[in-house]
C-alpha cells in the first residue's frame, strides 16, 4: 500500500529539548512515508513536553534510563518493520527531500546495502557552515578517515539485521564500526553527491567533549576491521584531536 511506511527512523536523545523539535519537524516534512520511534534516555530538561506534542505522529517513544545511544538506536529500529532504516539524533537535521533521494539511490542500485549523502555542518554557537568531509566509497579511503556522515545515510533493513544492528558496547564510533561491518557482509555502499542532513556541532557533542576517547576507539576499529592501522593516523590524527580540543576550550572560555 501507498502509505505503508518506507522507513524506519530511530530518534535517540537525552537532554536535546532545545534540538527535538526541529530534528522532528525535519523528518516529518520529508515526502515519503515513515515510521518515527524515539528512544529518550529519561530526559529532564523539557523534552517530554516536545515529545508529547508530536505523540500523535510518533509510531512509538519512551522515556527511561537506557543502556547508551547504541542500544536505545537498535531498540528504535528493531521496534519498527519498515523496508529501509535510519537514524536521526536529537541534534541533526534531513535536508527537504533527504529521505528520498536516498531511497531512490538504494532502488538505482540494488546490490549496495547503504546509500549516504552529503551533509552540512552547523556550528551552533557561530552559525558557521561547511560540508562534512565525504567522499564515494573506497575502502582504503574509509581506512584512513570515516568518509560516511552518519545523519545522511539510509540502510536496507536486511543488511541491518544481517549484521546485528548497531554495537552496543561502543560509545563514540558505533556508526563507523557499522559502516565497516555493512561493508564487510553485504559489499560497497552507494555515493550520493548531494546534500541531504545536517549535523549540528556544539558543545555537548560527544566528539567535541571525548575527542581523546573518540580517536583511542576510532583507532581500535581500524585495526579490527582493516587489520591494520594507516600510518596517516599516527602522524595527523593525534595533532588534529589536540588542536580541536583547544579550539574548543578556547571557544568555551569566550562564551
Not at 144 to 172: F, K, N, Y
Amino acid at each position: 500500500m501507498a502509505d505503508q511506511p518506507l522507513v524506519t527512523v530511530a530518534v535517540p536523545s537525552f537532554n536535546q529539548g532545545r534540538f527535538l523539535d526541529e530534528a522532528l519537524t525535519s523528518i516529518f516534512s520529508q515526502d515519503i512515508p515513515v515510521e518515527v520511534y524515539l528512544m529518550d534516555g529519561g530526559s529532564t530538561d523539557g523534552s517530554l513536553d516536545v515529545i508529547r506534542r508530536w505523540e500523535s505522529k510518533l509510531s512509538g517513544w519512551r522515556s527511561h534510563a537506557d543502556d547508551g545511544q547504541a542500544s536505545a538506536i537498535n531498540e528504535g529500529i528493531g521496534r519498527g518493520s519498515a523496508p529501509y532504516v535510519c537514524w536521526l539524533n536529537s541534534d541533526d537535521l534531513f535536508l527537504p527531500g533527504g529521505l528520498s533521494r536516498l531511497l531512490r539511490a538504494l532502488k538505482d542500485e540494488p546490490t549496495a546495502p547503504v546509500a549516504y549523502g552529503r551533509a552540512l555542518n552547523v556550528a551552533e554557537r557561530t552559525g558557521a557552515r561547511s560540508p562534512v568531509w565525504t567522499e564515494p566509497f573506497s575502502e582504503h579511503r574509509l581506512a584512513l578517515r570515516c568518509i560516511v556522515s552518519q545523519p545522511a545515510t539510509l540502510i536496507r533493513r536486511s543488511a541491518w539485521e544481517g549484521v546485528g544492528g548497531l554495537d552496543a558496547r561502543l560509545h563514540m564510533v558505533m556508526d563507523y564500526d557499522l559502516w565497516w561491518r555493512l561493508y564487510r557482509s553485504k559489499g560497497a555502499f552507494h555515493y550520493v553527491d548531494d546534500f541531504v542532513a545536517v549535523n549540528r556541532e556544539h558543545e555537548q557533542t560527544k566528539t567535541s567533549s571525548l575527542r581523546r576517547r573518540h580517536y583511542d576507539e576510532a583507532i581500535s576499529t581500524v585495526r579490527k576491521h582493516y587489520g591494520r592501522v594507516p600510518l596517516k593516523w599516527w602522524l595527523a590524527q593525534p595533532y588534529a584531536v589536540w588542536y580541536k580540543a583547544l579550539l574548543n576550550r578556547i571557544a568555551n572560555r569566550r562564551g
